[in-house]
């Protein structure tokens, strides 16, 4: 069975630092890997995904993340974070089941941005 | 020009009481889902449509019945409604692929609060 993992429920960081967010995947087969964004009392919305062509995925709004296999992570980060960054963050991992997509989400990281 | 709509967007109600939520979608797509997201932020897939046919149902209540009259609609029935069935719901659409490699689209969720 897939699954996700997400390091941290909570990450803090100054405006114009790094951001940092950590997703471990598991998978018996080669995954298909996705960062959503949910801002306050909306629906999520896609910042990229990782569909088994460059390892390192560019997404909207600066993010990008790097698909690391031996490390099974799905990290993302962005350079310098801008206060309209803060947000909830959903690492996602897609296999199929039956037959059909199934897509299963991590818990979540709450990205706060310090000014 | 929304993608995918839900309503209501609140729903206030008193345990025992029987609700429905609607949701649309007018991008065409073939595959819908039913998502309930609880107060720590996590997402859990309930339901899955696909061109009107029930293709995923995880292990949920069966006083919560989904309908899709169409490929893009679906909608969420829940009977005789509990104090757990407090959360966000969220509503999702998608093309079905080969792979499992496409995003979803959500909706803005419905907050459903039971008393």
């Known amino acids: 069975a897939q699954s996700v993992t997400q390091l941290g429920s909570h990450v803090s960081v100054s405006e114009g630092a790094l951001v940092l967010l950590r997703c471990n995947y598991s998978?018996?087969?080669?995954?298909?890997l996705f960062w959503y964004v949910q801002y306050p009392n909306q629906g999520l919305q896609l910042l990229l995904k990782y569909t088994s062509a460059a390892t390192l995925v560019k997404g909207i709004n600066g993010f990008e993340a790097e698909f690391k296999k031996s490390e099974t992570s799905f990290h993302l980060t962005k350079p310098s974070a801008h206060m309209s960054d803060a947000a909830e963050y959903f690492c996602?991992?897609?296999?199929?089941?039956?037959?059909?997509?199934?897509?299963?989400f991590g818990t979540g990281t709450k990205l706060q941005v310090i000014p | 020009d929304t993608a995918v709509s839900q309503t209501p967007k609140y729903l206030v109600t008193q345990m025992g009481n029987d609700k429905s939520i609607k949701c649309e979608q007018n991008l065409g797509h073939d595959t819908m889902y039913w998502y309930k997201q609880d107060s720590k932020k996590f997402l859990k897939i309930m339901f899955s449509?696909?061109?009107?046919?029930?293709?995923i149902n995880e292990t949920v209540p069966n006083r919560f019945s989904p309908k899709s009259p169409d490929k893009a609609h679906l909608n969420l029935h829940i009977n005789s409604l509990e104090l757990g069935d407090s959360a966000v719901y969220f509503c999702a659409s998608s093309y079905p692929t080969a792979s499992g490699s496409n995003e979803q689209f959500f909706g803005p969720g419905t907050r459903l609060t039971v008393l």
């Open positions: 996602a991992v897609s296999d199929r089941s039956g037959g059909y997509q199934k897509v299963t």
């Open positions: 449509y696909n061109n009107k046919e029930l293709i």
């Open positions: 998978s018996s087969v080669p995954p298909y």
